[in-house]
């Protein structure tokens, strides 16, 4: 069992930066590929970047560029590092870990969220 809490969110302006971070409970944090989704009031819920056990990253489109996802496994968080932040950047954002040998285990945050504004 993992458990993930999200922290970091909160009010910023438009252009601002903000950090989140991802706290998972357990010893095996390291051998879960972890990635960050955001969801607004009525849409579906939308990877945001992924980070695998072994370091690799990928972002969506829209993020990519403005927002980089990092991994300290000695503390078992994970960050996401946003700048450049637009209106459309206000979401809830949730943590959510899938174990890279066994797919079928996967784990969510609680989400917290981060509000743009201009």
């Known amino acids: 069992q993992v458990q993930l809490v999200e922290s970091g969110g909160g009010l910023v302006q438009f252009g601002g930066s903000l950090r989140l971070s991802c706290a998972a409970s357990?010893?095996?944090?390291?051998?879960?590929?972890m990635s960050w989704y955001r969801q607004t009031t009525g849409k579906r819920r939308e990877l945001v970047a992924t980070i695998t056990t072994s370091g690799d990253t990928t972002y969506a489109g829209a993020v990519k560029g403005r927002f980089t996802i990092s991994r300290d496994n000695a503390k078992n968080t994970m960050f996401l590092h946003m700048s450049q932040l637009k209106l459309e950047d206000t979401a809830v954002y949730y943590c959510?870990?899938?174990?890279?040998?066994?797919?079928?285990?996967?784990?969510w945050g609680q989400g917290t969220q981060v509000t743009v504004s201009s």
């Open positions: 357990g010893s095996f944090f390291r051998l879960y590929d």
């Open positions: 959510y870990a899938r174990r890279a040998s066994d797919s079928t285990l996967t784990y």
